[in-house]
């Protein structure tokens, strides 16, 4: 079932990156280049938002793609697809620049250069989705949200902010904002298992 | 509410990073107890919150990131992607140029350096040699200067003729000029040698009853036993002069003599 879950381009797809992240391994420059090509849009337009700077942005980007250069034997092809990992590894890096200009202060202790294991079996509406389906899935399902909900995951992913921070922000009791996040999460974990 | 249940309650907030600490304490020491269900449902939580990294407005990075990412990259790669061919050199050929000119004008300097030194080493030995020459010239010049003048004073009429018998007869006979105006001329030969550390003393012994004698000058003979010794400018003058008299005395003289007189000549 899982095999069957993604088409052959989509396959080949998810194993074109792990095959390029091996090559970085051997200082392939060309591997280095498809790389960028193929995901230095998704991860812009992520660092982007959470900084709201374009500049500093493409300072945050161009860290993100060196550290990949000069460390991709810490992407392990076992323990997960490449793209989550990589989009982990911006978002952190954009939320300690946040923090770096003073927006934020609150100390956040998972960020650390060894990312967090990502699932180790992907799920399989991880592999049915190429990036602009799987974008427009994710918007279509996140809109289906409630405002306020939708706000408080924002808040959590975009700005960093922790539950009483975002309770404080959206003048809303801590518990609910917990339940928005919690719900709002599974839904769209359901919702992209239905797409497959 | 076990632990276990707490967790899965938080899950989605911890993979956000958005729990409180003490909520993320909690957590962390649940996940330390080695709940493997929990680590499997935290990764994939992970996976779906970065998921939403896709609510993002779509947006470009500018060419020039990618320009200086690449350049910076192809620079660490070491010049050439591996399987790009030689796309592009790591180091600029201005630079290979300038580390070739610069080799080369270590070399040459360190060359010419090497030259120079070995020419004034040269000159060095040219002007040691040299000043020796003009030594040694000054050296002969001296002699031939106080040979003429021995000579002078031994042939001109106005010099008075000294014999020094030796109070030893087993010793040989000296003898003495002195010129009123040049000096005074001792020659010996066949000396005998000195004992070491000793040498001969001229004395002028003067005529004024109970007057001590006059020191001159110190002279040795050489390994054939001849010597000869001059005085330019003698202590005393020839008319207040009883005597010339000779002992052997330590280097570098006496004020008065501390040996019996070994040759004696009467100043007539």
């Not at chain 1, 591997?31 to 900084?51: C, D, K, N």
């Amino acid at each position: 079932m899982f095999l069957a879950a993604f088409s052959p381009k989509e396959s080949d797809e998810v194993s074109r990156d792990a095959t390029l992240v091996h090559k970085l391994l051997r200082r392939d420059v060309n591997a280095f280049e498809e790389i960028y090509e193929r995901h230095s849009r998704i991860v812009y337009s992520l660092v982007l938002r959470i900084l709201r700077q374009g500049s500093t942005a493409e300072e945050v980007v161009q860290d993100v793609f060196l550290q990949l250069w000069r460390n991709s034997g810490q992407y392990d092809a076992h323990r997960g697809p490449f793209i989550p990992w990589l989009l982990t590894l911006a978002r952190n890096r954009a939320l300690d620049q946040l923090r770096l200009k003073g927006e934020r202060q609150r100390r956040r202790e998972d960020q650390t250069e060894q990312l967090p294991q990502i699932a180790a079996a992907a799920p399989e509406y991880e592999r049915a989705l190429d990036e602009k389906r799987r974008a427009e899935r994710v918007r279509s399902l996140m809109n289906t949200l409630p405002t306020p909900q939708k706000k408080a995951i924002e808040l959590a992913y975009f700005d960093g902010l922790s539950h009483s921070e975002i309770a404080a922000a959206l003048n809303e009791p801590l518990g609910t904002v917990k339940s928005w996040i919690r719900n709002g999460l599974l839904r769209l974990k359901e919702g992209l298992q239905a797409t497959s | 509410m076990s632990d276990h249940d707490q967790f899965r309650e938080l899950i989605q907030g911890y993979a956000l990073g958005a729990l409180d600490a003490q909520e993320r304490a909690a957590a962390d020491a649940h996940l330390a107890s080695g709940c493997s269900e929990c680590s499997k449902a935290l990764e994939e939580a992970r996976w779906l919150v970065s998921q939403l990294a896709y609510l993002a407005p779509g947006a470009e990075p500018s060419e020039m990131l990618k320009d200086r990412l690449l350049q910076t990259v192809r620079a660490e790669a070491g010049g050439a992607a591996p399987g790009a061919g030689n796309r592009r050199a790591a180091i600029p050929w201005w630079i290979w140029a300038g580390v070739a000119a610069l080799l080369v004008f270590s070399l040459h300097s360190a060359w010419s350096a090497r030259k120079l030194q070995d020419e004034i080493g040269i000159l060095r030995a040219q002007t040691e040699r040299q000043t020796q020459e003009r030594a040694r010239l000054q050296q002969e010049m001296v002699a031939v200067k106080v040979q003429a003048h021995e000579a002078m004073i031994w042939s001109d009429p106005k010099s008075v003729k000294i014999s020094l018998p030796a109070k030893d007869p087993k010793m040989p006979q000296l003898e003495a000029m002195w010129h009123p105006e040049m000096g005074i001329v001792v020659r010996g030969w066949k000396m005998p040698s000195l004992r070491e550390k000793r040498v001969l003393q001229l004395w002028l012994i003067p005529k004024k009853a109970g007057g001590k004698p006059m020191p001159s000058m110190t002279f040795w003979p050489d390994a054939d036993g001849k010597f000869t010794a001059m005085v330019e400018n003698p202590p005393e003058v020839m008319s207040d002069t009883q005597a010339l008299a000779i002992t052997e005395e330590p280097v570098g003289g006496s004020a008065q003599p501390t040996s019996t007189l070994m040759w004696v000549g009467g100043v007539s």
